[in-house]
């Protein structure tokens, strides 16, 4: 087989080469590798299946958990076997944070770190036999923001567009600041133009996504927020349906939940990371918000969205997370109305405050708290999506059918995932009357607009 070097024709098109990616974590990796395979096929690659041979394989790892670090070695082990002479580039969180830790990976020849996955085409132009290469760079002086954009998200309905990235906020247990940078956002006009420009192409369904999404606008000049953008968005007229992911609770100002409550635009459906439920847990954390704040928070959205999907990310076996905090958290839970919860066992991240904190919860006993979190989170699921039966919903249709049912399937503004009885073409918004709850979706009907 050829060597990388050797395929790249004179004009210095890879052309030819079997691609393949893998990706974990967050939404806004999705976009990143979205974009990254765009342009990689723009310069004449070939995307395969990562389940295929190909030439060159692109990891983009996660390292949100110890669980992401051991899931990205894996991957990288799976790429290696399935073509011992492919060449693996490795990017993302844990290239960023361990390089050296993945250079020890045999058959790994390239790493590249946060900041350098925008040049990942030249690095493969570059690419020779040899032993790894590591170019990983100080991320927190990143400035830029990584304008990694893709034209089409060949998996999904919905558009997903990463308008922020980094973060400045040094929660106790997070090594997201350290392998993200700073908050970088990207620039008002162009969310309007990228918006525009998908819009033409098909989209009614846009997922604004971020790090640390709450923030974005605070390094702009002139100084600005996420209500005055979304606001903007709804006034463009361009967009049918506005998604907005994961917004940290100070962050839910009473501009966006008037926004939420009144564009008909902004969809009903809130993913606020609450952490803990005890105040003491969450100072440990650095949330600067307490049980109380979150209480209020949820009873204002509440009254001003009704039947808004509230769902939550919460942490089991923080350092110091005693039974009776534990409880505190899962009274909150039980207490207030969320439609769903992301539960995740606090995972000992090196180089975080919280990894040296005395307390640490064994792990059999952080498994328990995470197992008894999820079931109150399915009961949660479930009572929340049958208060909708016998009322109308609106579910933007997927190009997919439904694992269970086999019928059409699709998620209605409030995040309820819906099976469909009627045949509907994808990629429309459909008005439907629920019928029932089975294996956690709804079974609906189509019913006149
Ligand atoms: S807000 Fe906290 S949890 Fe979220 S990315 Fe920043 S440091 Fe991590």
Known sequence: MATVKEDIDSKGRLSGLRIAFATLGCKVNQCESAGIAEGLAASGMTLVPFAEAADCYVINTCTVTGSTDSQSRQLIRRATRRNPEAAVLVTGCYAQRAPEEIARIPGVRFIAGTAEKEQISDILREMTAGGPLIRVGDIRKARAFSRLEATAFPEHTRAFLKIQDGCDA??????????????????????????????????????????????????????????TLVRKIVEGGTVKRLRLSSVEPQEVTDSLICL???????????????????????????????????????????????????????MAGFPGETEEAFDDTLHLIEETPIAYLHVFPYSRRPGTPAATMSGQVPEEEKKRRTERLRAVGTVKRR???????????????????????????????????????????????????????????????????
């Not at 803990?276 to 979150?294: C, E, H, K, Q, V």
């Open 260 to 314: 939420l409550g009144r564009s008909g635009t902004v969809c009903h459906h809130l993913h606020i990371p609450l952490q803990s439920g005890n105040d003491g847990i969450l100072a440990a954390m650095r949330r600067n918000y307490d049980a109380a704040f979150f209480r209020d928070l949820l009873r204002r959205i509440h009254e001003a969205v009704p039947g808004v999907a509230v769902g939550i990310d919460v």
């Open 170 to 227: 040094f929660c106790s247990y997070c090594i997201v600041p350290y392998v993200r940078g700073t908050n970088r956002s990207l620039p008002p006009a162009e969310v309007e133009e990228r918006i525009t420009a998908l819009a033409q192409t098909g989209y009614r369904e846009f997922v604004l996504t971020g790090i640390h999404l709450g923030a974005w606008g605070r390094d702009l000049l002139p100084q600005t927020d996420l209500a």
């Open 383 to 449: 009572k929340f999506a049958e208060q909708f039966i016998g009322m109308p919903l609106h579910v933007l249709v997927e190009d997919r059918t439904d694992k269970i049912t086999g019928f059409p399937i699709g998620f209605s503004d409030n995040y309820i995932p819906v099976a469909i009885r009627s045949r509907v073409p994808a990629n429309q918004i459909a008005r439907v009357m629920p019928e029932r709850f089975h294996e956690g979706r709804l079974i609906a009907d189509v019913i006149p607009k």
